[in-house]
């Protein structure tokens, strides 16, 4: 009980302290494609260093919505990564609190409260952007259901261990079924991030502005809470996407300190490999229309069925 306690905090401390790197490395390769000189690996550290010793100025208008989202955005990371698999196989100690949709459902309160804020301080481009944050995530949560459904019609369970274990001992692993549920899943990861082609992440034009809007009134130690918190979600949601979709290999099969220290660099390298793979997505397409957001959600969407009926066919 003890052990798996501190490997639950251990998978916490690597989500927290990784989380920076792999947005840096995403950055500097996308900058190293588009043939730019691109900012250093670790800047995203300097960057929550600096924003952390600045001062916080908070709006007149700012109810308690707006400083306790912060928080919000940088807990709610945390608590899906004690219901997932980041450096073990095995279920943990807070493994079976809740199932997929449920993690997911928490990092959602953590994009609903950060609409909230956005439209808190009565800046218009704040409520603009937070308008199109809920369009997109409106769009994104019946993806997102399909694709666990999917998923778990299966595994026979949500829980995200016992999907892990399934897929590593499944004879139909490559099947067009579970193709199709990893391109679900990795559209969904664009959408739910504000990666292109749904949003620009380097983009600060505030018409145009969907997901960085969330933090645009922030300073201080609240910028960087809510850049922290971005860069975590990031990390969990590439954690399920490849140790329980797509590389459910390499995680400690038993309850040992030194198999468990040998899965951070492992888990480690395929998720700098899958930020290698979304700086190439990112530098091959452009940022879609506004209008044009509900046509790629719905491809992720009609994607996401193609799986269940192939898989239901193939039961």
Not at 19 to 30: D, H, I, M, Q, T
Not at 44 to 63: G, T
Not at 133 to 143: G, N
Request: aromatic fraction near 12%.
């Amino acid at each position: 009980m003890i052990s798996r306690l501190v490997f639950n905090v251990l998978q916490v401390a690597v989500v927290v302290i990784f989380a920076p790197l792999a947005a840096g490395v995403l950055n500097r390769v996308k900058e190293r494609i588009q043939a730019k000189q691109g900012p250093s690996i670790f800047q995203p550290y300097r960057d929550i260093w600096k924003l952390f010793h600045k001062d916080q100025v908070i709006s007149e208008d700012a109810s308690w919505i707006f400083r306790a989202t912060p928080y919000m955005v940088f807990v709610t990371p945390i608590f899906v990564t004690l219901l997932i698999p980041v450096l073990t196989q095995y279920p943990l100690t807070f493994a079976f609190m809740g199932d997929m949709i449920g993690g997911g459902f928490v990092l959602a309160l953590g994009g609903f409260f950060a609409a909230l804020a956005a439209v808190d301080t009565a800046n218009p481009y704040g409520a603009m952007g937070a308008s199109r944050t809920r369009m997109v995530a409106f769009l994104a949560e019946p993806v997102f259901m399909l694709v666990f459904f999917t998923v778990s019609f299966v595994a026979g369970s949500t829980i995200p261990y016992i999907v892990q274990q399934h897929w590593t001992t499944a004879a139909g692993f490559f099947t067009s079924a579970h193709i199709l549920v990893i391109l679900a899943f990795l559209m969904l990861i664009l959408a739910e991030t504000g990666r292109i082609p749904v949003d620009s992440p380097s983009g600060h034009f505030e018409l145009a502005m969907i997901d960085e809007s969330k933090s645009l009134e922030y300073s201080g130690k609240g910028a960087a809470l809510m850049k922290w918190g971005g860069a975590m979600k990031m990390f969990v949601l590439s954690c399920i996407f490849l140790n329980v979709l797509v590389t459910p290999w390499g995680l400690a099969e038993k309850i040992s300190l030194p198999q468990v220290l040998l899965a951070i660099p492992l888990v480690l390298a395929k998720i700098l490999l899958f930020m290698v793979v979304l700086a190439a997505i990112e530098s091959s397409f452009a940022k879609l229309r506004l209008f044009r957001i509900p046509e790629f959600l719905s491809a992720a969407f009609v994607t996401a069925l193609a799986a269940l009926i192939s898989m239901a066919v193939a039961a």
